[in-house]
Nanobody, 115 residues
Framework: QVQLVESGGGLVQAGGSLRLSCAAS????????MGWYRQAPGKQRDLVAV???????DYADSVKGRFTITRDAAKNTVHLQMSGLKPEDTAVYLC?????????WGQGTQVTVSS
């Protein structure tokens, strides 16, 4: 089992920045990749960014150049630095950990970008 705890969401004006963090605990040795998804009301859950155990990263086209995902292996924590935020980035952001064929999810943190 893997437990994920997110932090760092909030309200920010367009153009501003936020940093999300996701701390993993439990069977962390089994984690192959961690990432962030987001879900806006009435919309599907979409991948925002992912980082693998080896450090490979990938991003949704909509956030490339604005968001950066990093990993602090010593603290079992993944961060998502978000800059140049737009109102369309407003959503619940959920941390995800992939461990074999099992996906674990955090409780989600709200990000609201005002225009």
């Amino acid at each position: 089992q893997v437990q994920l705890v997110e932090s760092g969401g909030g309200l920010v004006q367009a153009g501003g920045s936020l940093r999300l963090s996701c701390a993993a605990s439990g069977s962390i040795f089994s984690i192959n990749a961690m990432g962030w998804y987001r879900q806006a009301p009435g919309k599907q859950r979409d991948l925002v960014a992912v980082i693998t155990r080896s450090g490979y990263t990938d991003y949704a086209d909509s956030v490339k150049g604005r968001f950066t995902i990093t990993r602090d292996a010593a603290k079992n924590t993944v961060h998502l630095q978000m800059s140049g935020l737009k109102p369309e980035d407003t959503a619940v952001y959920l941390c995800n950990a992939a461990a074999g064929y099992t996906a674990y999810w955090g409780q989600g943190t709200q990000v609201t970008v005002s225009s």
